[in-house]
């Protein structure tokens, strides 16, 4: 990798990085749509991080989301605004960075912060808040159940009718009992005997550790089971005590309605903006500030109240309302004894019916033409005035936590035809779920950009390929490894339907002319 020449060395190394980026993707990545993308890495950390440049999955998703993004198309960029590295955008210095970018790609987007502002980061807390409406979550407590029943401690699955609320003061009641200690029931304690304390680590956890501060004897993560799990084996009450206790009231604190209306609104009229804009193919800048901390729940419920009013169903898989089921219900009354009643035909003579002349039969292959030629046109409508919209999900990884929306989110393609998603994911798990895996794997189907990858999950991608090919592919990981090994930056492209589906792509230093082009996007203009 050449040095920065001296005209260069006022560029940070953020832009730079970006700046470097942007070339290869515009003149070596295959141009093919697509309608999942997937960005993988082993650690949650930078791509790339040297003196020279630095490269993370939110530079790279910028440019992906600027080549894809036609004129009139939707765009809703989510970032997660946790991530902890040196130019992270819990970072004034990276956040600040990764807004000029944005705000240079997309100078009339809107952007949106969805979070309790309760840290210290006030660059965050200046956008405005996006809020659920309550009457959506009321009118769906499927929704809400699916959530709870992933964030429970002891795997309860929680009913729609549990979940089921009409005002505020029942949505804390039913987070208070759903997410408050659990009661130690015969059936509890039996769970708690069964199981090994690991398998209660990680994502298998949901919300439960941030209910009790590090401060109480009992810490985060797996030691904090294996401490909660062996008061409640041995019955050591004062312990037990305290630490329910303390549960209680962080619930009680962090779930009153003061702190629920900075996440819903119960105004029957309330409207945030953000589907009007992704019509008007504005785009949509989403900043969340929710990872690690009670109100982390609340993310899969707001991407779904979006992804609702945004995505397109087709009319086939609507849920069918009554006036049509009663349809239904009256054509299924015309059939008696499983047969067919047809009108009869006795009353019509041979000369009331039309001759079958050469007229006849061009009237009739003109009217199946003109009705084919509306069918036509019709579909050319589509998905009757939605716009087509991607989502690019940063930090993909921390929703497999909640394992049902985990499945929604990365399905959306499937569900939404005008919708495409492209997610990020870091691998470094000491036990790959297999709600994680199975994401992997769906978004390394169709296009992925591979800057490196859990050995597993790798294993079982390449499970049906040839050895020979698989040898091949090898070979390319040790010369990525011995590329990044020197200081550049290198990873794996992979297109499904190309004649080439891999190919070893090297991050390099752009000519002067070359990196012109790129800056001339800052101005609007490709």
Do not use: C
């Not at 199981?195 to 030691?223: C, D, H, I, Q, W």
């Not at 007229?359 to 998905?383: K, P």
């Not at 470094?428 to 490196?452: N, W």
């Amino acid at each position: 990798m050449a040095h920065s020449e001296p005209y260069e060395e006022s560029i940070p190394r953020y832009k730079r990085g970006y700046e470097w980026f942007s070339h290869l993707a515009n003149s070596s990545l295959l141009k093919k749509s697509w309608r999942r993308l997937g960005l993988f890495s082993f650690y949650d950390e930078p791509y790339a991080e040297s003196s020279l440049l630095y490269l993370s999955p939110k530079q790279v998703m910028l440019t992906m989301a600027r080549i894809a993004k036609k004129k009139e198309s939707g765009l809703l960029f989510v970032v997660d605004a946790m991530e902890k590295a040196e130019m992270g955008l819990s970072t004034k210095q990276g956040f600040d960075q990764f807004m000029e970018l944005f705000q240079g790609l997309f100078p009339e987007s809107r952007k949106y912060y969805f979070g309790p502002k309760e840290s210290d980061r006030e660059w965050l807390h200046v956008y405005t808040p996006l809020k659920i409406p309550l009457q959506w979550l009321i009118k769906r407590p499927n929704a809400f159940a699916e959530v709870l029943s992933d964030a429970s401690l002891v795997g309860e699955e929680v009913a729609p009718a549990d979940a089921a609320f009409e005002d505020f003061a029942g949505m804390i009641e039913v987070l208070e009992e759903k997410l408050g200690p659990p009661s130690l029931t015969d059936e509890v304690m039996g769970k708690i005997r069964d199981a090994e304390a690991s398998s209660y680590a990680g994502e298998a956890v949901g919300l439960m550790t941030v209910f009790v501060s590090p401060t109480t004897a009992v810490t985060r993560g797996v030691k904090y089971l294996g401490k909660f799990m062996s008061l409640v084996k041995d019955r050591r009450k004062q312990e037990m005590r305290d630490v329910y206790q303390e549960w209680t009231e962080r619930v009680k604190r962090g779930y009153s309605e003061e702190k629920l209306r900075k996440f819903f609104d119960d105004s029957p009229d309330y409207s945030s903006g953000v589907i009007e804009a992704i019509a008007s193919f504005e785009p949509v800048l989403l900043i969340l500030e929710t990872r690690g901390t009670l109100y982390d729940l609340f993310l899969p419920l707001v991407l779904k109240q979006l992804v609702e009013e945004i995505g397109y169903v087709p009319p086939q898989r609507r849920p069918k309302k009554k006036d049509e089921k009663k349809k239904d219900k009256s054509k299924s009354d015309d059939v008696s004894n499983g047969q067919l009643i047809y009108e009869s035909v006795d009353g019509i003579a041979a000369e009331d019916l039309p001759p079958v002349t050469d007229q006849l039969v061009q009237t009739v292959i003109d009217h199946e033409e003109e009705l084919a030629r509306v069918n036509i046109e019709m579909s050319d409508v589509e998905f009757e005035g939605k716009p087509e919209t991607i989502l690019f999900l940063d930090a993909a990884t921390h929703l497999s936590k909640f394992s049902r929306s985990f499945k929604f989110a990365l399905n959306i393609p499937e569900k939404y035809p005008n919708m495409s998603v492209a997610a990020s994911f870091f691998t470094d798990r000491e036990k790959i779920s297999s709600t994680l895996q199975d994401g992997v794997m769906d978004y390394m189907k169709e296009r992925a950009l591979i800057f490196d990858l859990h050995p597993a999950l790798f294993d079982l991608a390449t499970a049906r390929m040839p050895v020979s090919r698989k040898a091949w592919l090898n070979g390319k990981l040790q010369e990525m490894e011995r590329i990044r090994s020197e200081g550049e930056v290198a990873f794996l492209e992979y297109v499904g339907d190309a004649k080439t589906k891999w190919n070893l792509r090297v991050v390099e230093k752009p000519e002067r002319e070359a990196l012109a082009r790129i800056r001339r996007w800052f101005g609007g203009a490709r």
